[in-house]
């Protein structure tokens, strides 16, 4: 209880607390976006001839795409040539210890609390952390090496293992798959990579943070996660950005891949900067993340969305293998007014498989709020199995809440089931807590976190305390 | 055939159809028509690209000149004829449209018409009734929509219903649509208005028919507005030939304290689109939408359902239930709006489908729009087979697999069929449907009906 009440007053005098900036000098690409920065990103990052053609491949796809405008979300016209492409932290030599990092750096990191160094083994997570484009530092690479699992950067991954992202990259999410994706791939700067041999049970959480920094540098990350036969691996994401006024694109692209009976656990908790209460500013999140299941895998999703201006995110799993297993745990808050246009995609194909979609939305102050999902059933995917519940909150009688759920069923044996209902807080409640010497505030808070709690359980420790504190602070100011 | 020569085609048909009016080309009537037209040049034919023809396809206007069909050829329908098209048992008010025209030869009309005016769209018109003229496309949005437009422009004929405050009608209006397909295919744009007075009640039955063996395109509009108090039980009965094709848009306005109960049952018919749009005007109305369809061969129905809490204090329920036998495709889209202050609203929508072959198939979207808070709204669908403990249940008692899945079928289709109010028809349908299914004993069927339901209530 008393926790709780910290939480509230830490809210009510912050206004977003991971909102700074660090000032690292940039070496940056020109403005804009055409051929010649796509190959000076490339050539900045040493990348084999491959992965350039492939880039130029995608970015001539893009220059004929045009920006989807089917979500629910009012979406403010995007200059694309007035972004900078490219943004590396200047001492650019790779470092090979702690001592290396920029200070500057590592002071960030410990403003936001990332365990690194001391604190990462203490935490007992290894760290990929990324700076704007460039990874910085890596922890725990030799343990994790032991195992045979490969956890670095993309860039290093190209450097090293070639022959894997070239088999991998895209297969899951193609250059072609949508305008964003198409995007990141022509620029993308850098990201995860993670390879668990057969087999292995990876012993630690991965974890990576991601941080837009430069001035009007969109974010362009790309995570690989292949998990080869038999192996098992948590993955957590977790996100927050400096205050800025200025509206920045992120567009980044998640390819898991989960091999015959391997287990995917991707966990994520976003933060961007969401604008401040007059909706001024805030970031536009366009994210694409999916997963591809073969027989008897699993790959699990858990998202708590509680930042950025603009959220478009739909992480899918194709369920490809027979009795492969898909599921979907999310929590999307909104508040003043942010847009949340998120919900996942379950592509039953092989026989038996089985998929889960619990998604909560809470909706306060002025902001909309969706949960959009498919359930597809293929002719073949004989036994299919999906349950989802879809729940929304609403606080306040500004906000919007709406679901739109496909359901597309070809096949006789499947079993679909969908629920949604959407409630307000009753007064009862209230009622009940303020009886009890419970503040309305604190009860709201209570309220919540209960009705999240479905999904929170789903997080790791560590990620679930944060993502409970995540969500009162950005309901900061809804009550009332 | 591209949207161009689409055009063409209309504009030559439109020009013929406005030779033909005649004293009615000045009226306010026609200018809409004019307006209609103008806004068709600046629509598409929906394709798969828009939201919501994503798993709708309407090539098949092309595929049979439908177009060119529009007129009326002279066709001479007798009592016999109709004969197997009425509902045993029904004490009711008969109004035949042949191709889209009204014919008062076939029609039985009971109320004089100083009381309650029952008549063609087309008298209608032709006397200048001030309220047609006053209500006409308030609500369908011709603007917009191809077929609303479409229909409007080439609106000529259709049922005008206008009943005086405090009425009630107990012999239910039935409205028969019949196509004449005998010499050659046939469009029909047949349009609607139903105007009910304060606290006043009515009955309606809607059914579509065909004859001949060439396609028929039957594009509806029906506008319904609903006074303070007013009781409207309105039924689509739509179980015609193989070859039909049917889209029909239904747009209900709703006053203080009014009920508009609609079901909407589909057993046959090569494509089948329904439009069914419902807004409440002001405070305590509702809603009841209901929806049974039992889909084999080819056939195809797609049931767009929009409910507009526009106001606070107001309920709406939707239950949609389908069977698909065969390479039969269903879809369904219900979807409703709380707009900002439309507090206290309660909205309930449920979709069930039983798929019987791997070859049938479902697109169901139930969406929920909300701007207020203070609401309650939940949505379900589900997609399965049949149940396998109830099927065991049966077996065991030495019932043969064919008919406990008849029986299991037709419990799972009295859910809905049982909220018909009109007995004669709630009866017509259950034989129609336990014919399919070839269940004997319907009593039988009642009772087993009533035992799970008692099952599912335990658990």
Redesign the interface.
Known sequence: MIEEKDIVEELTTTDYKYGFYTDIENETSSKGLNEDVIRFISKKKNEPEFMLQWRLKAYNYWKNMKQPNWAKLNIPPIDYQEIYYYAAPKKNSKPKSLDEVDPEILKTFEKLGIPLGERAKLAGVAVDAVMDSVSVSTSFKDKLGELGIIFCSISEALEHHPELVKKYLGSVVPMTDNYFAALNSAVFSDGSFCYIPKGVRCPMELSTYFRINAKSSGQFERTLIIADEGSYVSYLEGCSAPMRDENQLHAAVVELIAHDNAEIKYSTVQNWYPGDKNGKGGIYNFVTKRGICHNHSKISWTQVETGSAITWKYPSCILKGDYSVGEFYSVALTNNYQQADTGTKMIHLGRNSKSRIVSKGISAGKSQNSYRGLVSVSKKAENARNFSQCDSLLLGDKCGAHTFPYIDTNNRTAVIEHEATTSKISDEIIFYCNQRGIATEDAIGLIVNGYAKEVLNQLPMEFAVEAQKLLAVSLEGSVG | MDNREIKNILAEEFLKFQSKLNGQKTSTINAIRQEAFNAIKNLELPTRKS?AWRFTNVSWLNEHDFLLRNGNPDINLSNEDIEPFTIKDLNENLLVFVNGTFSEKLSRIKYPRDEIIIESFRDAEKRNAPNLLKHFSLLADYKNDFFTALNTAFAKDGVYVNVPAGVIIDEPIHVMFISDTRQGAVMSNPRNIFLIGKCSQINVVETYHTIGDNPAFTNMVTEIFMNFATHFEFNKIQNDKGNSYYIGTTQVEQAKNSVFNASTITMSGRFIRNNMYTAFKEENAETNLNGFYFMRNNDFVDNHTLIDHAVPNCNSNEFYKGILDDSAKAVFNGKVIVR??A?KTNAYQQNK?I????D??????????????????????????LDKEAMFYLRSRGISEEMAKSLLLNSFASEVIERIKIAELRDDIKRQVADRLTVDDLYFCDVLGDVFKAIENKQ
Do not use: W
């Not at chain 2, 798929?355 to 791997?358: A, P, S, V």
């Not at chain 2, 198939?361 to 669908?381: F, M, R």
């Open positions: 939201e900002p202050n507090q489908n798929l019987l072959t791997d049938s198939k479902i697109n169901t979207k139930p969406e929920l729009e909300i701007y207020a808070d203070d609401v309650k709204c939940s949505h379900g669908a589900t997609t399965g087979y």
